[in-house]
């Protein structure tokens, strides 16, 4: 098993950027492909970005595509989410996810979750 805690969330303006941070304990993390969904109250979960476990392929949502840059350091059992020119579209809670699988964008496909950290975008 794998525990994943997320941090960096806040409370931004418009075109601003937040890097978010998901440091996982437990069984090795370079087992796991990483993914990071959001979820905006009143909506279902998306896909954002994934990982593969070598960090050497990355997916994006189109949305982000250009905005969002996801990457991950193995030594130190951590994935990032660099977010830039943050848009109120945005704001959502954000959830980092593992797999022992291939990533996907498919939130059913990731059997780890972290609790989540609130990304607040202000127009």
């Known amino acids: 098993q794998v525990q994943l805690v997320e941090s960096g969330g806040g409370l931004v303006q418009a075109g601003a950027s937040l890097r978010l941070s998901c440091a996982a304990s437990?069984?090795?993390?370079?087992?796991?492909?990483m993914g990071w969904f959001r979820q905006a109250p009143g909506k279902e979960r998306e896909f954002v970005a994934a990982?593969?476990?070598?960090?050497?392929?990355?997916y994006y949502a189109d949305s982000v595509k250009g905005r969002f840059t996801i990457s991950r350091d193995n030594a130190k059992n951590t994935v990032y989410l660099q977010m830039n020119s943050l848009k109120p579209e945005d704001m959502a809670v954000y959830y980092c996810?593992?797999?022992?699988?291939?990533?996907?964008?498919?939130?059913?496909?990731?059997?780890?979750w972290g609790q989540g950290t609130q990304v607040t975008v202000s127009s």
């Open positions: 996810a593992a797999t022992t699988g291939l990533p996907t964008v498919n939130y059913y496909d990731y059997a780890y």
């Open positions: 437990g069984r090795t993390f370079s087992s796991y492909a």
């Open positions: 990982i593969r476990r070598s960090g050497g392929i990355t």
